[in-house]
Protein backbone atom coordinates (compact mmCIF):
# COMPACT_ATOMS: atom_id res chain seq x y z
CA UNK A 1 0.00 0.00 0.00
CA UNK A 2 2.54 2.45 0.95
CA UNK A 3 4.34 1.92 -2.58
CA UNK A 4 0.76 2.62 -4.03
CA UNK A 5 0.79 6.07 -1.87
CA UNK A 6 4.76 6.82 -2.77
CA UNK A 7 3.81 6.59 -6.75
CA UNK A 8 0.37 8.12 -6.70
CA UNK A 9 1.49 10.77 -4.31
CA UNK A 10 -1.89 9.90 -2.77
CA UNK A 11 -3.12 9.09 0.69
CA UNK A 12 -5.47 6.14 1.37
CA UNK A 13 -8.62 8.19 1.89
CA UNK A 14 -7.78 9.98 -1.85
CA UNK A 15 -6.97 6.35 -3.22
CA UNK A 16 -9.99 4.19 -2.16
CA UNK A 17 -12.37 7.58 -2.03
CA UNK A 18 -16.10 6.99 -3.05
CA UNK A 19 -17.43 7.95 -6.62
CA UNK A 20 -20.77 9.43 -6.88
CA UNK A 21 -23.08 7.35 -9.46
CA UNK A 22 -23.86 9.45 -12.51
CA UNK A 23 -26.88 7.49 -14.49
CA UNK A 24 -26.34 9.49 -17.40
CA UNK A 25 -22.69 9.46 -17.67
CA UNK A 26 -22.73 5.59 -17.74
CA UNK A 27 -24.99 5.74 -20.54
CA UNK A 28 -22.30 7.37 -22.11
CA UNK A 29 -20.52 5.25 -24.59
CA UNK A 30 -16.84 6.92 -25.30
CA UNK A 31 -15.78 6.35 -29.08
CA UNK A 32 -13.36 7.92 -31.24
CA UNK A 33 -15.88 11.28 -33.70
CA UNK A 34 -16.21 9.37 -36.99
CA UNK A 35 -15.91 12.18 -39.94
CA UNK A 36 -16.70 10.91 -43.07
CA UNK A 37 -14.54 12.88 -45.58
CA UNK A 38 -11.94 13.37 -42.79
CA UNK A 39 -11.42 9.54 -43.29
CA UNK A 40 -12.15 9.73 -47.19
CA UNK A 41 -8.90 11.73 -47.33
CA UNK A 42 -6.89 10.29 -44.97
CA UNK A 43 -7.74 6.46 -46.74
CA UNK A 44 -6.75 8.60 -50.31
CA UNK A 45 -3.69 9.96 -49.24
CA UNK A 46 -2.37 7.06 -47.69
CA UNK A 47 -1.49 5.85 -50.92
CA UNK A 48 1.77 7.69 -52.50
CA UNK A 49 0.27 7.08 -56.03
CA UNK A 50 -2.94 9.45 -55.32
CA UNK A 51 0.02 12.00 -54.38
CA UNK A 52 1.76 11.37 -57.44
CA UNK A 53 -1.92 11.59 -59.76
CA UNK A 54 -2.52 14.54 -57.95
CA UNK A 55 0.24 16.36 -58.89
CA UNK A 56 -0.17 15.73 -61.78
CA UNK A 57 -3.72 16.31 -62.35
CA UNK A 58 -2.57 19.89 -60.72
CA UNK A 59 0.08 20.23 -63.47
CA UNK A 60 -2.47 19.50 -65.80
CA UNK A 61 -5.69 22.34 -64.06
CA UNK A 62 -2.40 25.11 -64.64
CA UNK A 63 -1.17 24.32 -67.95
CA UNK A 64 -4.84 24.10 -69.25
CA UNK A 65 -6.25 26.76 -67.18
CA UNK A 66 -3.72 29.01 -65.77
CA UNK A 67 -1.06 29.14 -68.36
CA UNK A 68 -3.32 30.31 -71.42
CA UNK A 69 -4.33 33.22 -69.53
CA UNK A 70 -1.10 34.03 -68.56
CA UNK A 71 0.29 33.92 -72.50
CA UNK A 72 -3.09 35.82 -73.40
CA UNK A 73 -4.28 32.89 -75.88
CA UNK A 74 -6.53 34.56 -78.58
CA UNK A 75 -7.98 31.24 -80.75
CA UNK A 76 -8.05 33.91 -83.75
CA UNK A 77 -4.87 35.62 -83.45
CA UNK A 78 -2.44 32.79 -81.85
CA UNK A 79 -2.24 30.46 -84.40
CA UNK A 80 -1.08 33.29 -87.41
CA UNK A 81 1.48 35.25 -85.75
CA UNK A 82 4.51 33.27 -87.24
CA UNK A 83 2.67 32.19 -90.22
CA UNK A 84 4.76 34.58 -92.64
CA UNK A 85 7.58 33.69 -90.75
CA UNK A 86 10.46 31.64 -93.08
CA UNK A 87 11.19 27.86 -92.52
CA UNK A 88 8.93 27.86 -89.53
CA UNK A 89 6.79 25.87 -90.25
CA UNK A 90 6.34 21.86 -89.37
CA UNK A 91 9.34 22.18 -86.95
CA UNK A 92 10.47 19.20 -84.87
CA UNK A 93 11.03 20.91 -80.46
CA UNK A 94 14.62 20.83 -81.49
CA UNK A 95 14.13 22.55 -84.88
CA UNK A 96 11.99 25.16 -83.30
CA UNK A 97 14.20 25.64 -80.47
CA UNK A 98 17.32 26.35 -83.24
CA UNK A 99 15.17 28.34 -84.99
CA UNK A 100 13.53 30.60 -81.96
CA UNK A 101 15.56 30.23 -79.45
CA UNK A 102 14.72 27.91 -75.94
CA UNK A 103 11.46 29.18 -74.49
CA UNK A 104 8.83 26.82 -72.76
CA UNK A 105 6.34 27.75 -76.09
CA UNK A 106 8.40 25.18 -78.11
CA UNK A 107 8.40 22.54 -76.58
CA UNK A 108 6.47 20.87 -78.81
CA UNK A 109 7.38 22.52 -82.01
CA UNK A 110 6.12 24.32 -84.19
CA UNK A 111 2.71 23.57 -86.30
CA UNK A 112 1.36 23.74 -89.97
CA UNK A 113 0.96 27.64 -89.74
CA UNK A 114 4.30 27.79 -87.18
CA UNK A 115 2.51 28.69 -83.89
CA UNK A 116 3.76 26.65 -80.93
CA UNK A 117 1.95 23.23 -80.69
CA UNK A 118 2.49 23.76 -77.17
CA UNK A 119 0.20 26.83 -76.66
CA UNK A 120 -2.69 25.61 -79.05
CA UNK A 121 -2.54 22.09 -76.92
CA UNK A 122 -3.03 23.48 -73.79
CA UNK A 123 -5.91 26.04 -75.13
CA UNK A 124 -7.24 22.45 -76.71
CA UNK A 125 -6.90 20.92 -72.99
CA UNK A 126 -9.00 23.77 -71.49
CA UNK A 127 -11.84 23.18 -73.91
CA UNK A 128 -11.62 19.72 -73.64
CA UNK A 129 -11.66 19.20 -69.68
CA UNK A 130 -14.30 21.99 -69.36
CA UNK A 131 -16.50 20.41 -71.95
CA UNK A 132 -16.63 16.97 -70.24
CA UNK A 133 -16.73 18.39 -66.69
CA UNK A 134 -19.93 20.28 -68.01
CA UNK A 135 -21.56 17.25 -69.02
CA UNK A 136 -20.21 15.28 -66.54
CA UNK A 137 -21.96 17.64 -64.04
CA UNK A 138 -25.22 17.82 -66.04
CA UNK A 139 -25.70 14.21 -66.69
CA UNK A 140 -24.54 12.87 -62.88
CA UNK A 141 -26.99 15.16 -61.16
CA UNK A 142 -29.98 14.48 -63.36
CA UNK A 143 -29.13 10.89 -63.51
CA UNK A 144 -28.55 10.95 -59.80
CA UNK A 145 -31.89 12.50 -58.83
CA UNK A 146 -34.17 10.57 -61.21
CA UNK A 147 -32.46 7.74 -60.92
CA UNK A 148 -32.87 7.48 -57.03
CA UNK A 149 -37.00 8.37 -57.16
CA UNK A 150 -37.20 5.96 -60.20
CA UNK A 151 -35.95 3.07 -58.06
CA UNK A 152 -37.83 3.65 -55.30
CA UNK A 153 -41.12 4.80 -56.67
CA UNK A 154 -43.02 1.42 -58.33
CA UNK A 155 -45.41 3.71 -60.71
CA UNK A 156 -42.65 5.79 -61.66
CA UNK A 157 -40.50 2.53 -62.46
CA UNK A 158 -43.01 1.30 -65.12
CA UNK A 159 -43.29 4.60 -66.73
CA UNK A 160 -39.25 5.24 -66.60
CA UNK A 161 -38.74 1.45 -67.44
CA UNK A 162 -40.61 2.07 -71.01
CA UNK A 163 -39.13 5.34 -71.54
CA UNK A 164 -35.49 3.47 -71.54
CA UNK A 165 -36.67 0.81 -73.47
CA UNK A 166 -36.93 3.45 -76.12
CA UNK A 167 -34.30 5.77 -75.87
CA UNK A 168 -31.98 3.79 -74.50
CA UNK A 169 -31.10 1.37 -77.64
CA UNK A 170 -30.74 4.60 -79.03
CA UNK A 171 -26.85 4.31 -79.94
CA UNK A 172 -25.05 7.66 -78.46
CA UNK A 173 -22.96 8.02 -81.13
CA UNK A 174 -25.02 8.30 -84.28
CA UNK A 175 -27.19 10.71 -81.87
CA UNK A 176 -24.81 12.95 -81.26
CA UNK A 177 -23.64 12.93 -84.82
CA UNK A 178 -27.10 13.79 -86.00
CA UNK A 179 -27.62 16.72 -83.42
CA UNK A 180 -24.23 17.88 -84.21
CA UNK A 181 -24.98 18.08 -87.64
CA UNK A 182 -28.39 19.15 -87.26
CA UNK A 183 -27.22 21.98 -85.51
CA UNK A 184 -24.17 24.46 -85.69
CA UNK A 185 -20.61 22.07 -84.54
CA UNK A 186 -20.36 24.31 -81.62
CA UNK A 187 -19.39 23.94 -77.86
CA UNK A 188 -22.75 24.45 -76.62
CA UNK A 189 -24.06 22.45 -79.32
CA UNK A 190 -22.17 19.33 -78.07
CA UNK A 191 -22.58 19.81 -74.54
CA UNK A 192 -26.38 19.66 -75.54
CA UNK A 193 -26.15 16.48 -77.64
CA UNK A 194 -24.14 14.64 -74.97
CA UNK A 195 -26.43 15.09 -72.18
CA UNK A 196 -29.77 15.36 -73.70
CA UNK A 197 -29.57 11.48 -73.48
CA UNK A 198 -27.09 11.13 -71.32
CA UNK A 199 -27.63 11.27 -67.98
CA UNK A 200 -30.38 8.02 -68.86
CA UNK A 201 -27.64 5.57 -68.23
CA UNK A 202 -26.82 6.53 -64.91
CA UNK A 203 -30.25 6.91 -63.58
CA UNK A 204 -30.95 3.33 -65.25
CA UNK A 205 -27.72 2.65 -62.95
CA UNK A 206 -28.97 4.13 -59.66
CA UNK A 207 -32.13 2.91 -60.25
CA UNK A 208 -30.86 -0.79 -59.69
CA UNK A 209 -28.67 0.28 -56.64
CA UNK A 210 -31.69 2.07 -55.18
CA UNK A 211 -33.79 -1.01 -55.44
CA UNK A 212 -31.20 -3.38 -53.51
CA UNK A 213 -31.75 -0.66 -50.40
CA UNK A 214 -34.88 0.17 -50.77
CA UNK A 215 -37.25 -1.85 -48.12
CA UNK A 216 -34.66 -1.53 -45.52
CA UNK A 217 -36.36 -0.79 -42.20
CA UNK A 218 -35.34 2.62 -41.79
CA UNK A 219 -36.88 3.33 -45.49
CA UNK A 220 -40.06 1.93 -44.44
CA UNK A 221 -40.58 3.51 -41.33
CA UNK A 222 -40.28 6.53 -42.93
CA UNK A 223 -43.03 5.85 -45.50
CA UNK A 224 -45.06 4.66 -42.36
CA UNK A 225 -44.41 8.32 -41.03
CA UNK A 226 -45.77 9.84 -44.47
CA UNK A 227 -42.00 11.18 -45.60
CA UNK A 228 -42.36 11.61 -49.74
CA UNK A 229 -41.07 9.36 -51.82
CA UNK A 230 -38.14 12.30 -52.96
CA UNK A 231 -37.17 13.11 -49.35
CA UNK A 232 -36.78 9.48 -48.80
CA UNK A 233 -34.62 8.71 -51.71
CA UNK A 234 -32.55 12.06 -51.19
CA UNK A 235 -32.09 11.51 -47.32
CA UNK A 236 -31.92 8.44 -46.83
CA UNK A 237 -30.70 6.40 -49.92
CA UNK A 238 -28.31 8.48 -51.88
CA UNK A 239 -26.15 9.50 -49.21
CA UNK A 240 -25.48 5.57 -48.92
CA UNK A 241 -23.75 6.14 -52.74
CA UNK A 242 -21.31 8.49 -52.32
CA UNK A 243 -18.68 5.87 -53.46
CA UNK A 244 -20.74 4.49 -56.67
CA UNK A 245 -21.07 8.05 -57.33
CA UNK A 246 -17.83 9.06 -57.50
CA UNK A 247 -16.54 6.16 -59.24
CA UNK A 248 -19.35 6.59 -62.22
CA UNK A 249 -18.01 10.22 -62.09
CA UNK A 250 -14.47 9.14 -62.35
CA UNK A 251 -15.36 6.91 -65.48
CA UNK A 252 -17.66 9.34 -67.22
CA UNK A 253 -15.09 12.72 -67.47
CA UNK A 254 -12.36 11.03 -69.15
CA UNK A 255 -14.97 8.96 -71.05
CA UNK A 256 -16.52 12.55 -72.31
CA UNK A 257 -13.09 13.72 -73.73
CA UNK A 258 -12.66 10.50 -75.32
CA UNK A 259 -16.09 10.84 -77.61
CA UNK A 260 -15.42 14.42 -77.85
CA UNK A 261 -11.48 13.45 -79.24
CA UNK A 262 -13.69 10.95 -81.39
CA UNK A 263 -15.74 12.71 -82.59
CA UNK A 264 -13.60 15.65 -83.74
CA UNK A 265 -11.48 12.90 -85.33
CA UNK A 266 -14.05 11.67 -87.87
CA UNK A 267 -15.06 15.53 -88.34
CA UNK A 268 -17.91 15.46 -86.61
CA UNK A 269 -16.77 17.64 -82.99
CA UNK A 270 -17.40 21.31 -82.41
CA UNK A 271 -15.55 24.25 -84.59
CA UNK A 272 -13.31 25.28 -81.47
CA UNK A 273 -9.84 24.37 -81.65
CA UNK A 274 -10.05 21.52 -78.86
CA UNK A 275 -7.83 18.58 -78.23
CA UNK A 276 -10.22 16.35 -80.72
CA UNK A 277 -9.67 19.37 -83.65
CA UNK A 278 -6.47 19.20 -83.65
CA UNK A 279 -5.51 15.84 -83.62
CA UNK A 280 -8.35 16.05 -86.93
CA UNK A 281 -6.72 18.81 -88.12
CA UNK A 282 -2.88 16.79 -87.88
CA UNK A 283 -3.73 13.71 -89.57
CA UNK A 284 -1.74 14.14 -92.97
CA UNK A 285 0.67 15.00 -90.43
CA UNK A 286 0.94 11.43 -88.88
CA UNK A 287 2.19 9.91 -91.97
CA UNK A 288 4.15 12.61 -93.52
CA UNK A 289 8.07 12.04 -92.34
CA UNK A 290 9.26 14.23 -89.69
CA UNK A 291 5.83 16.29 -88.99
CA UNK A 292 4.42 13.35 -87.00
CA UNK A 293 5.28 15.42 -83.39
CA UNK A 294 2.04 17.60 -84.27
CA UNK A 295 -0.26 14.41 -84.46
CA UNK A 296 1.40 12.62 -81.85
CA UNK A 297 1.64 15.48 -78.84
CA UNK A 298 -1.81 16.12 -79.16
CA UNK A 299 -2.27 12.56 -78.79
CA UNK A 300 -0.27 11.83 -75.81
CA UNK A 301 -1.27 14.95 -73.99
CA UNK A 302 -4.64 13.64 -74.47
CA UNK A 303 -4.31 9.72 -73.38
CA UNK A 304 -2.20 11.90 -69.81
CA UNK A 305 -5.32 13.79 -69.22
CA UNK A 306 -7.55 11.03 -69.44
CA UNK A 307 -5.63 8.57 -67.55
CA UNK A 308 -4.45 11.46 -64.82
CA UNK A 309 -8.79 11.74 -64.07
CA UNK A 310 -9.46 8.32 -64.12
CA UNK A 311 -6.83 7.08 -61.76
CA UNK A 312 -7.89 10.39 -59.60
CA UNK A 313 -11.57 9.22 -59.52
CA UNK A 314 -10.90 5.43 -59.50
CA UNK A 315 -8.91 5.78 -56.00
CA UNK A 316 -10.78 8.54 -54.48
CA UNK A 317 -13.96 6.27 -55.15
CA UNK A 318 -12.58 3.48 -53.31
CA UNK A 319 -11.20 5.89 -50.48
CA UNK A 320 -15.39 6.69 -50.62
CA UNK A 321 -16.52 3.17 -49.25
CA UNK A 322 -17.43 3.42 -45.75
CA UNK A 323 -15.83 -0.31 -45.48
CA UNK A 324 -11.94 1.09 -45.86
CA UNK A 325 -12.19 3.39 -43.32
CA UNK A 326 -11.80 0.65 -40.59
Given at each position: MEDFNKKYNMTDA??????????LASEKITAP??????SVFRVFFRKRINIIVLVLLAVVVIFAYVYPSIIGFDPQVNPYIYVNEPGGQHLSPKDAIEHYGFALKWLFG???TGAPTFDAIWNGSRISISLAVICAAINMTIGTLLGAVWGFSRRFDMIMNEVYNILGNIPSTLFISV????????FWTLVFAMTILGWLGMAY???TRVIIIRDHEYNLASRCLGT???KIAVKNILPFMTSVIVLEIAAA???YISSEVFLSYIGLGMSEASLGRLIYEAQTAMV???WGWEFWTPVAVASVITVVLYVTGQNLGDASDPRTHM
Open positions: ELFAQIDKDERYSYWRAGAMVMVFSPSYIRSIFIPGTPG
